[in-house]
């Protein structure tokens, strides 16, 4: 039975937990094969995201969020993640937006009302951040502000704008202005009422179906208030880049969970045929285990450095090599171990994970997984690490 919408001021963070368990269970799980087998968008999950104020789980209680902490938000994708991990990333995309403007919105007063009216309205936001021609540089932009006194306009060519259809705003990078360098960036929030989008390519892919990443020609309108104050590049580095890897991080981590829990009701099922002899597949469990333990261990301690930074308020502690590292190293051991646990549970499950058509399928979870090292690809983030690595101090 579906619980009542969650007010945070009644209950405690736990008994939030519960809630987001009960939507998992009554809602994510069950409509998780459809929206995989049809690429779709998981509108029934939304629904009820909405109607528990999720939302705005991140928006500081003085705007009349729930005002979680980013632990607090991990935690959800986490459990998230192990029902349908393409709702969880379209969750955890969302967060990431708001993210960047609960951390970056202090002298903006437009980004102030918009956090309130966010928590009212319950706005779904998408994010337009690659372009075409730029070759997955997230730090340089073709596109341009074009503005007219209080107004702009811009026009932007992304190969992937996740959920855009379903966004009801889309967080836009591009240049300050037409004569601006490519890497002097702003981030724009742009009103889908004032938008168009001309879909460019479809998003018929091997896991991660239901996050609709189609990519589009973005054009839109708008006032010069949209403009986030801050520059991308200290959105990027203080925001984008820790949050994403992070909530990334998390539901990667629920997707492994939930294969080793299914991995472990069969080696229980094993037992119980013969209770004498313990099945040789509970040795692979120990060392599947093991791993899922190691994944864990690191994403929860680059989660604490993350908190422990940001409660300090201290923003020059994000431009630390060391600490850009060890966020980069999350997402490259989360999305590569990710794929060892879930390819080690389907062995542990036999021909019944192997199929589509079983309780025990873990068809989804293992396309899924292939997908975690592919966003911003692993290459890549090594390629940044091996090169902060000459100039990053030791640790003490």
């Known amino acids: 039975m579906m619980s009542a919408p969650a007010n945070l001021d009644e209950i405690s963070f736990a008994a939030l937990l519960e809630v987001v368990h009960a939507l998992g269970r009554d809602v994510v799980r069950p409509a998780a094969v459809a929206v995989d087998k049809d690429a779709r968008f998981p509108h029934e999950a939304f629904t009820e995201f909405k109607k528990h104020k999720l939302l705005s789980a ?21 459990i998230l993640g192990g029902y349908c991990a393409s709702t969880a990333m379209i969750f955890a995309m969302h967060q990431i937006q708001v993210a960047c403007i609960v951390h970056h919105c202090d002298s903006s007063e437009f ?20 372009e075409l021609g730029v070759g997955g540089d997230l730090r340089s932009s073709l596109c341009a502000i074009k503005a007219n006194d209080e107004h702009f306009t811009l026009e932007k060519q992304a190969p992937v704008i996740s959920y855009g259809v379903a966004a009801d705003y ?22 889908k009422k004032d938008t168009t989008l001309e879909q460019l390519s479809g998003w018929d892919t091997l896991g ?15 006032h010069v208030q949209q403009i986030q104050p801050a520059p991308f590049a200290d959105i990027l580095a203080q925001s984008m880049h820790p949050v994403s890897h992070l909530v990334w991080g998390s539901l990667w981590l629920g997707l492994a969970q939930d294969a080793v829990s299914q991995a472990r009701a069969s080696v229980r099922a094993a037992a119980r045929k013969n209770p004498s002899t313990p099945p040789i597949s509970a040795m692979r469990l120990t060392e599947l285990d093991e791993v ?7 994403l929860v301690t680059a989660i604490a450095e993350y908190q422990q930074k940001l409660d300090a308020g201290n923003r020059e502690a994000f431009s630390d090599f060391g600490f850009s590292i060890r966020i980069n190293n999350v997402k490259l051991r989360c999305s590569e171990l990710v794929v060892d646990i879930v390819s080690g549970a389907l062995s542990i499950v036999g021909i019944m994970g192997y199929k589509n058509d079983t309780p025990n399928s873990l068809c989804r979870h293992v396309r899924d997984a292939y997908g975690a090292a592919l966003m911003v690809n692993n290459d890549r983030i090594r ?7 000459i100039m990053v101090r030791d640790a003490q």
Do not use: W
Not at 172 to 186: G, Y
């Open 58 to 78: 991140y928006v500081p209680r003085h705007y009349g969020g729930m005002g979680l902490s980013i632990t607090e938000i991990c935690k959800i994708c986490e």
């Open 170 to 191: 889309v967080m836009v990078t591009c240049r300050r202005a037409e004569d601006a360098q490519s890497s002097d960036q702003v981030q724009v929030l742009v009103n």
């Open 292 to 298: 899922l333990f190691s994944m864990r261990a690191g």
């Open 383 to 389: 390629g940044h690490n091996s090169a902060m690595q």
């Open 208 to 222: 991660f179906r239901g996050t609709c990443s189609a990519g589009f020609v973005l054009r839109s309108t708008g």
């Open 111 to 130: 980004f102030q009302n918009f956090l309130r009216e966010l928590v009212r309205e319950q706005y779904l936001l998408a994010s337009a951040t690659t």
